[in-house]
Every structure is written in C-alpha cells, then in structure tokens.
C-alpha cells in the first residue's frame, strides 16, 4: 500500500540541503535553516504507522518507508535533535557544514525507515560518507588523516555489512529487514555456550551493525573522529551513527547473546579510558562508548523489557549527549582548547555554558530528576530479571564511573580546579553565542522534562504494556535510595582520590594503533620491498621487452602516419576537447571528489523515489 | 548570578561539606531505616547501606585500576597506553 500523504523526512532535508546555497544571507537564510528540520520533526511526528514508498527494483519490492512503533521513536528523536544541532549551528556561515550535517541526518532517517536490506546498506553510507566531511571540514592539521582513518574503517565496516546481506539473501532467498531467523531460534534465555550459536551471514550483519556502535575491538574510529571534528559537526556525530546502529541491533539482533558481554565490556572499556583522557570531547567519546554499552547488553538481553531500555536509553542519550557536546564545544568555540591542562576555573567566565554542561552530566550519570535516571536503570533492572547478576552489577559499576567522569571530572577540571589557562585563553573565554545557548537550553529542559514528566518519553517506547509497569517501580523508594548512594559515595571517592585524577598531557593508545601503524607499515612495504621488486621488473623489461616493442612501433608508427591519420584526425580533436573539459572538473581534491559523487547520488535517489 | 551563587557557596566551603556529610548520612539512614527492600535482587543488598559502599569501591576501583592500565608498562618495554602527545608524530 503506497500511500500519497507520505513524505520521507530523508527527501526533504536533502532537499533543503541543496536549496540552501541559492537561499539569500541573513535572516532568510536562518529562518530556511531552522524550519527544513522542523518541518522534517512535524513530519515524521505526524506520520501513522504503516508501510510507505514501496517501490520495486529489479526482482525486489524496496522498502523505503517502514513506519512501526521502534522506527518511529528513533525517527522522532532523530529529526529533534536536527533541530538542536542545526540551531547550535546557526552562527556557522559555510553552507557545506550544513549541507553535510543534512546529508548524515537524512542517511540515518533512511537506515530507521528503511523495510529491507537494500535501502538500509545503501543509507548506511549515505550516513559514513556525509559524516566525513564533518571532520575534513574543520580544517585542523590532523583533520584529513583522520578523516580518511574514519573513512577507511566505515568503509571496511560497510563491506562485512554487505557481505552479510550477500549471503543472508543467497541462504533465504529474503532482503527484508526483520529480526534475523537465527536469532529467534536461540531465544531461550542467555546462556554462554550461545554465544556464537549463529551463522555466518547473521554475524557478518552483526559485526557491521556493531563496528558503527562502537564495540570494542572495532570502536577506536569513534574518538579519533569526534575528538578532531568540527564544534557543531560533533554535535551531529555524536547523535547518529552509534544510536541508528542500536536502532539496527534492536531490530534485526534482538536477543543475540554475544551482545551481552560485548555490551558490559565497552561500557567498563569506555569508562577506563575516560580516566586517562585529557581532552573533554575524547573523554565524552569514550563515554559514548560507554553509554551505548547498555543499549547493546540491552539489545543482547532482548527481552521487552530490555528493548525499551534500549530504545529510552537511546532516546535520552542523544539529547544529554548532544548537550555534553555542545556544552564542551562552547569552550572550544571560544576559547580554542579542549584539552584539560589547559583550561580550568572557567567558571566566572562561561557561567551558564557550566550549568548547561552540568545539567547534561546529571542526566548521563542518571540522577533522579534527570533525564538517565527513567532509561539507563530500565535496562539494568531488565538484567536482574534475566538473571544476569554479573552484567547488572557490572553496569552498575561502569554507572559509578559515568558520574565520576561526565558529572564530576568534566566540570570540575574546566570551570573549576587548577586554573591552566593561558592569558589568552582565558581573555577569549565567555558564553558562546546566543543560538548556541539555546540549543543547549532546549536540551537542557527536554533532559529534566523526560526526568520528571515520565509518560513523555514511556508513552513513545515499543513495548507499551512492559512500559506502564515499569512507569510504577522507576520513582521507588528503592530505586531512588540505591541510585542516590551510589552516585553521591562516588562523589565522596572522587574528592578523596582528586589528586589521582589531575590531568596528565598525554594522548590514550588505543585500538587505532594496529591501522595507523598497519598504514605505516603498508607504506615501508610500498615504498622498500614492492618498489624493489618493481625496479627489477622495469629494468628486465627494458632489455627483454623493450627492444622487440620499438621495433614494433616504429613499424606502426610508419603505417599509422601514412594510412590511418588523415581518417582519425577529427576523432582526436574531438576526444582532447572533452578530455579537457573533464581536466576541469576533477581539481585533484580528493575530497571533492567524493563530495559531488554523494551529491549526484542523493540526486540520483531522489529523482528514483519520486518516480 | 549564578557567578554569584558559585562564589558565595566557595566563600562558605567548610560549612558547605559539612551540609555534604549531613546528606550523604541522612541518605543511609533513610535506606536502612525507611526504604522498602522488597524490590532488592539479590540478598547480598539487604546489608545497611549496601549501594554506598558500592558506589564508593566502584569510584576507588576504577580510578586505581585504570591509572594503573594507563601507566602501566606493557610488554616489558617503554610502551605505555598513556603515551606522549607526539605519539604518532614520531
């Protein structure tokens, strides 16, 4: 059933995404800017659950707009935090920040809406290869390499998810995208001798879901990136790629059991590197890492209980997360440092870029009131009942470390703690620009709002009937006194052990390492043995092949000059001329390369839907 | 204001501490004496107070751990997680 009334919020920022160069300066041009994401927010708020844009492509029916109630929330937030993101970034003049920014929103709207397979891999790196740019955009002296490092590791992630796809079509004969087959055969409770219990085709779409969630060992790209990104550019990043991924695992690897310990691992993994880093948006990277951890135990535990936890973790991560980064970007916009030896005591110079931030530490550390205390403890307590006492004291544990990281360490070593700054630094230092105060005070409400005012967000989560019967227990005295006393014996443990804590100047080795070092390796390799090798070919060429060939030619030279020239001279003039005209296109910029090619895609793919 | 609020409330640190440890106190109190366990999941949280030396030996474990992962020297040599900012410029 096709219905007309459906419009895909994808089409419509990219979209705006291409209007927006023509659109005139000044208040036009951010009047356009707010109101293509908003629009694309009512859009997907008013769309009714249902199946959408059905269109068919060779032997396949392609399924570009399921609505049901998982997609729809993840859509729901999607599109809000667009409207966050784009007004945090309203005062940045260079369209192709945003027209980038659009490009990764509408590739994460597609993955959520997408029915099958096909439209889902083709979205998939729609998302990697717009997200790019927001790191090549900032213009730094690291940000090529590492943009390309992001590149490079999507890229490599994007292949196992189409060879997965390959051969789960060649097994099943299907490309619809529904909770993999051998995933519900193993359904029946965790049990560690499940853990590889599946196929090939399931764990090849499950590493590629999981490399864009960040599980460690396939995590190190995520803050390598964000840490190098652009101030707004991170914002974006930071909501979509690891949080469409979650969407992907709750739908297609609900209940798989080697999730679970992947999850409790990178949420304990992103809170031990969080302790050793000193630059504030790495450590809030690592605590993504660390966030989405209970989404995936979340997802591995698979039952109702668990995928709302996982969707309402979700959901509240974006817009506390989302306001972490703006809060830290704040300083970097303005003062230029991220890193924490060479900030602190901010606090009487940027006073409400601190109470946003704080706001956003309380919420991820789950106090009550704020908007993690209603998600993260659905899944925790969706552990217990499984249970898993190991995976829910763990994440109990790495819970400690969140408030002892984002709650504690991020605020007190940039607004207060030694003073690191330098004279100019601290000169620089004030409130960011209005716009950008008010996406972090939108974040800020809707992160108390989902704290104190629970049917908003358990009124949008899949499972209603698990929902409304947790809604009864999450305000409990018991829940209450546990989460208080953990968190406020941390901050105990954290004052006691400040010293330990003091920032060091150092960067964290990670994963990165075996790639970055792999590549150097690659290059000794080029440029020693293989360039040897290759010498010794050209020089046994020259001798063995080279004479035999000259004669040849000069032969066909004679016969070329005499016969064929007169009939091929107007072919040549001809085929120089385009050959120029092509010279002008490509500037030898790689990356605008890349950039026209995924503009002429996204052209290519709205010009296919509408037919 | 909220510059004047911060610095009003640095002005007055001890008492402010002191007003933390009342908290911190009332919060075991009201487990032990108030709170219903009914919702507990295992029995090792019926123990007085059991979350905050939880929450406590959480925050000690992960710093001490971590540090140590951090300034530990792998494999016998030099390498160490915690590396210098030129690291990978070498």
Redesign the interface.
């Known amino acids: 059933m096709i219905s007309s009334t459906f419009i895909h919020p994808s089409l419509l920022l990219f979209f705006g995404a291409l209007l927006l160069p023509l659109v005139p300066r000044g208040t036009v041009r951010r009047t356009f800017l707010v109101a293509i994401p908003l629009l694309a927010f009512v859009l997907t708020w008013l769309t009714e659950p249902g199946t959408y844009a059905v269109t068919s492509f060779l032997d396949w029916n392609l399924t570009f707009g399921r609505v049901d109630a998982l997609s729809k929330v993840f859509a729901y937030i999607m599109t809000l935090m667009c409207v966050i993101g784009t007004i945090y970034g309203l005062h940045v003049d260079d369209d192709l920040q945003h027209i980038a920014a659009w490009f990764y929103v509408a590739g994460s709207l597609g993955v959520i809406y997408a029915g099958d397979y096909l439209v889902l891999f083709l979205f998939w790196e729609v998302m990697a290869f717009s997200s790019v740019f927001l790191i090549w955009f900032r213009r730094g002296p690291k940000s090529l390499a590492t943009g390309y490092r992001y590149l490079l590791v999507h890229t490599f992630g994007g292949l196992l998810l189409l060879a997965g796809i390959a051969l789960h079509y060649k097994a099943t004969g299907e490309i619809a995208f529904n909770l993999l087959s051998d995933v519900t055969s193993s359904q029946e409770g965790f049990s560690f001798g499940n853990l590889f219990n599946v196929s090939l085709p399931t764990f090849l779409i499950m590493l590629g879901f999981i490399l864009n969630a960040a599980v460690p060992p396939l995590h190190a790209w995520l803050p390598d990136a964000y840490g190098e990104a652009t101030v707004t550019g991170a914002v974006f990043m930071c909501a979509f790629t690891t949080k469409t991924a979650v969407y992907a695992l709750a739908r297609g690897c609900a209940g798989m059991d080697i999730l679970v310990p992947l999850g409790v691992c990178m949420a304990l993994y992103g809170?031990?590197?969080a302790?050793?880093e000193n630059d504030s948006r790495r450590l809030l990277a690592y605590h993504i890492i660390s966030q989405v951890g209970y989404m995936v135990a979340g997802c591995g535990i698979g039952t109702a209980m668990a995928i709302n936890g996982a969707v309402a973790h979700a959901f509240a991560h974006i817009l506390y997360k989302g306001l972490l980064f703006m809060g830290c970007g704040s300083v970097l916009y303005m003062t230029g440092q991220s890193k924490f030896t060479e900030l602190g005591g901010l606090?009487?110079k940027m006073?409400?870029a601190?109470?946003f931030t704080m706001i956003g530490g309380l919420s991820i550390s789950a106090f009550p009131l704020f908007s993690g205390f209603v998600s993260k403890s659905m899944i925790v307590?969706a552990g217990?009942?499984e249970h898993l006492?190991w995976a829910?004291f763990l994440l109990?544990?790495a819970s400690?470390?969140t408030f002892?990281h984002t709650g504690l360490k991020v605020p007190y070593f940039i607004w207060f703690g030694k003073n690191n700054c330098s004279k100019e630094t601290w000169e620089k230092a004030a409130d960011p620009p209005a716009n950008m105060q008010w996406a972090m005070g939108i974040a800020a409400f809707l992160c108390i709002f989902i704290g104190c005012y629970v049917p908003y967000l358990y009124g949008m989560l899949p499972n209603q009937e698990e929902a409304h019967h947790y809604a009864q227990?999450v305000y409990?005295?018991?829940?209450v006194?546990?989460?208080?006393?953990?968190?406020?014996?941390?901050a105990?443990?954290?004052f006691?052990?400040l010293k330990?804590?003091k920032p060091?100047?150092?960067?964290?080795?990670?994963m990165d390492w075996f790639y970055?070092m792999g590549g150097r390796g690659f290059y000794w390799l080029a440029s020693k043995p293989i360039q040897s090798v290759d010498n010794g070919v050209n020089e046994g060429y020259r001798y063995l092949g080279l004479y035999p060939l000259m004669t040849m030619a000069r032969f066909w030279s004679w016969f070329d000059w005499n016969a064929i020239d007169g009939v091929v001279d107007g072919i040549a003039r001809s085929v120089r001329g385009l050959g120029s005209l092509g010279r002008r296109l490509q500037s030898g910029w790689l990356q605008s390369s890349l950039f026209y090619a995924a503009s002429a895609v996204a052209i290519i793919l709205i010009v296919y839907v509408l037919n | 204001m909220?510059?004047n609020l911060?610095d009003y409330l640095r002005d007055r640190l001890k008492t402010v501490i002191r007003y933390c440890f009342v908290?911190?106190g009332l919060?075991?109190v009201?487990?032990i004496l108030?709170?219903?366990?009914?919702?507990?999941?295992?029995h090792i949280?019926q123990i007085w107070?059991f979350?905050?030396?939880?929450?406590?030996g959480?925050?000690?474990?992960?710093?001490?751990?971590?540090?140590w992962?951090?300034h530990c020297h792998w494999f016998g040599g030099k390498?160490?997680?915690?590396?210098?900012?030129d690291?990978?410029d070498k």
């Open positions: 809170v031990v590197y302790v050793l606090y009487k006073p409400r601190f109470v307590a217990f009942e006492y829910g109990m544990l400690a470390g002892l227990l409990g005295s018991y829940h006194s546990e989460t208080l006393q953990i968190l406020l014996f941390t105990v443990g954290f006691l052990l330990k804590l060091e100047p150092t960067i964290s080795v990670d970055r | 909220i510059v911060i908290v911190l919060v075991v009201w487990d108030l709170v219903d366990k009914e919702h507990a999941h295992t949280e107070g979350w905050s030396f939880f929450g406590f959480a925050c000690v474990v992960i710093i001490l751990v971590s540090k992962i951090g390498f160490t997680i915690m590396a210098p900012e690291f990978y």
